[in-house]
């Protein structure tokens, strides 16, 4: 995808992403590519929940004032990575989280990221949660914040977006965002979508 898809409203471009196919390609070449199924919109100007709310900058949001179309990823708890995709004009921190996704193509590789085995070897409960988190998602693409800073927008830095198959409007659903109680008004915002694909 383009700087100008990433330079649009956060909300929008939030809902615009599910569908679309993640893109990571492996040291060795191996493409691993997930389809989004789950997403979450961040604005720094009006959000509690962001990192950068009231354009706080830190050495851990810095990425957030980025051009449009830059990889954000942090650590949380101490051991869970999480994927942001930054968005609107540089200088305004805002992005979306990227909370899931279904595998596309590499599966293989993938559940040996995120599990230690093969596909077919997973157990119900497993398949079940595979990507369904921003945390397994990171896991299972072997993101983590050596990844923070990538160009989206350049096939050549090994993490991008491809057009993909977005869902018929009437699939999507939106709600509250997930895991942000601090976050006062701001916790009722329905910034998050999702579809089963």
Known sequence: MTREFYNRDTVTVARDLLGRLLVRVLPGGAHLVCRITETEAYVGRTDKACHAYGYKRTARTQTLFAPPGTAYLYLIYGMYHCLNLVTEPEGEPAAVLIRGAVPAENEAIIAQ???????????????????????????????????????????ESGLFVCAGQPPAPSRVQCGPRIGIDYAQEAVHFPWRFWYEP
């Open 113 to 155: 990221n995120r599990f230690g085995r093969k596909p077919e070897e997973l157990s119900a409960q497993q398949r079940k949660n595979f990507l369904n988190g921003p945390g397994k998602l990171c896991r299972g693409l072997l993101l983590d914040r050596g990844q923070n800073g990538l160009d989206l927008t350049r096939w």
